[in-house]
């Protein structure tokens, strides 16, 4: 029998904000253990937790870029559960009344689109974090993290493929980062995921039973742990055994989930809402304000750059993938003016260069007013396409001005044509058989002169101005 | 008939980590039903067309800028810890 995989995610979003979401302690990562905490995020007892606007605001523009639905009245409420990187015993969540629902994303896989639905965005606070001893029976606990304002987007369960899923992530990923609401990376936790996964024959209605995928750090992750999940439960169901609803923790070294076994009761969070924080009311007026503050997204200015600039939809894809990369574009546009030029550059010396070094477009040590500049040394015949290149990387390298590094190393073109009419004369006189092999028809020949010319300048002689004087003095 | 069963009374008593002898359960079960039973009085009341409430007082959107203020000395921060080592609260081993 053929099954079909039912496919949802749960993503957690960390907001770049500067302070936590219920009190003024900082969210900067890396300080030393619990100095970033006070008695609301320690979980004293009768403190007053008061809502930052900015998380309001940051969650209203995801929203907004997912095409949600915001709610008039939203709610926080407490979840409880007892683990020591809770320090109150319940998380401030959001649970009947979130912040915005029913929205959508498109992806794309393999050329092919499909509409994911939103289930829901809601707000909510971060725990803290655990270390535990490698030799004796402890774990420390950090409240640092403790606060730290989340969002949390729940798909529908509307993904079949294990490639869709890590589509679905790279889109979300791409709008955090365009709304400049958080730094959306896996490897360091400012994006999490659990998926929730169940088979069903193919063509069938209705719902499995599910597992759930936790402990999978990125995207490659996902999209593994969920390749991995569809075997194990594919291989169970056919030998008529049954999926067991758990949770399981994906093994990135040996690539397999294995169960948690978790002792805890099947969650029972006794949610209810939170006394200490009243409701958000947003009207539409505020909506607009937030919508008027948001960026041009992905969707968008993507097309924008085929209309305004002529470019492939490929080029125009590649250059709006990050709001850098599109940044830095535009600049360089506004000042030299040929997208297409610029473009080329961009996707293939570029990108190249700072994907060797893992770096991304925004600390690129050449700014975009240095390619203009190189670009327009290459367009006015002052170096060739293939110094520029070597031109660049030179930039890249030192921080230099493609200027300064062309005075400096003395790499500008030779097109003085008296200059170069002499060499192309000496040529002639010094290999008078490759002539005569040449004007006997043999052409080939013509490729070995041109070399011999660019050789007495170091590669500096303009090689277009080369040709057409050997030409003129051959035939 | 009650409202609430002494299963979950049980069943809340171990969410929440506490312990109870029979005959303790047995009279939290009594009490808790006393309680709901007067809470119950409420529902004589004819509640058609009040908008549901989280709260007694009619206060939306209390908010604070996102500024950073000062936190609490790691020493404060750490003074109810049965154990500590260096800046971080210590616990049993949970995994």
């Known amino acids: ?475 | 008939m009650a409202k609430i069963q002494k299963s979950e009374v049980e069943h809340v008593a171990k969410l929440a980590r506490l312990t109870f002898s029979q005959a303790e359960i047995d009279s939290l079960t009594d009490q808790l039903n006393d309680i709901l039973t007067y809470i119950g009085k409420l529902e004589e009341l004819d509640s058609t067309g009040v908008e549901p409430t989280t709260h007694a007082l009619k206060l939306t959107n209390c908010f604070r800028g996102d500024e950073v203020g000062e936190s609490l000395p790691v020493d404060e921060a750490l003074s109810n810890a049965p154990q500590r080592e260096g800046g971080a609260f210590v616990v049993p081993r949970i995994i």
């Open chain 1, 1 to 475: 029998m053929d099954y079909e995989a039912v496919i949802g995610l749960e993503v957690h979003v960390q907001l770049k904000t500067r302070s936590k979401i219920f009190c003024s302690c900082s969210t900067r990562f890396g300080a030393p253990p619990n100095t970033h905490t006070c008695p609301i995020c320690i979980g004293m007892p009768g403190v007053l937790p008061v809502l930052n606007k900015k998380v309001v605001e940051y969650a209203m523009k995801m929203a907004l870029a997912t095409n949600c639905e915001i709610a008039s009245v939203s709610q926080f409420a407490r979840k409880h559960y007892f683990y020591p990187d809770l320090p109150k015993g319940y998380q401030i969540s959001q649970y009947e009344l979130p912040l915005a629902e029913n929205g959508w994303i498109d992806v794309e896989v393999d050329g092919q689109t499909r509409r994911i639905g939103i289930t829901r965005i809601h707000m909510e606070e971060d725990a803290g974090k655990l270390i535990h001893d490698e030799h004796r029976p402890l774990s420390f606990v950090d409240l640092n993290r403790t606060g730290t304002p989340l969002i949390e987007i729940v798909s529908e369960p509307d993904i079949r493929r294990p490639e869709e899923a890590s589509e679905y992530l790279k889109k979300i990923r791409q709008l955090v980062r365009y709304l400049g609401i958080s730094d959306g990376n896996m490897e360091e936790g400012s994006l999490r995921c659990d998926a929730n996964i169940s088979l069903r024959p193919l063509g069938r209605q209705g719902y499995g039973v599910k597992s759930e995928l936790k402990n999978m750090n990125s995207f490659r992750h996902v999209q593994k742990a969920l390749e991995y999940e569809i075997r194990r439960q594919t291989a169970l169901l056919l030998d008529g055994g049954q999926v067991v609803q758990e949770t399981r923790l994906w093994d990135a070294a040996k690539g397999v989930t294995h169960s948690m076994r978790g002792k805890e009761e099947a969650h029972d969070y006794r949610y209810f809402p939170d006394p200490d924080l009243v409701p958000v009311e947003i009207e539409r007026v505020w909506i607009e304000k937030v919508r008027q503050e948001m960026p041009e997204l992905p969707g968008a200015k993507r097309e924008r750059f085929v209309k305004e600039y002529g470019l492939p939809p490929y080029d125009a894809d590649v250059l709006t993938s990050s709001i850098h990369v599109a940044d830095y574009f535009e600049e360089c546009v506004r000042l030299f003016h040929r997208p297409k030029t610029v473009s080329n550059w961009i996707m293939v010396e570029l990108l190249k260069l700072l994907h060797q070094d893992n770096q991304e477009i925004d600390t690129c040590p050449v700014p975009p007013s240095s390619l203009a500049a190189l670009l327009k040394l290459v367009e006015d015949g002052t170096i060739s396409a293939k110094m520029g290149k070597k031109v660049l990387e030179e930039s890249y390298k030192t921080g230099m001005e493609p200027q300064q590094i062309v005075q400096e190393q003395g790499l500008s073109q030779l097109s003085d044509e008296a200059e170069l009419k002499s060499m192309v004369a000496r040529v002639i006189e010094d290999f008078p058989e490759e002539v005569a092999k040449y004007r006997s028809g043999k052409k080939k020949v013509f490729g070995f002169l041109v070399g011999q010319v660019m050789r007495m300048t170091r590669g500096k002689a303009n090689p277009k101005k080369v040709n057409e004087l050997l030409q003129k003095a051959l035939d």
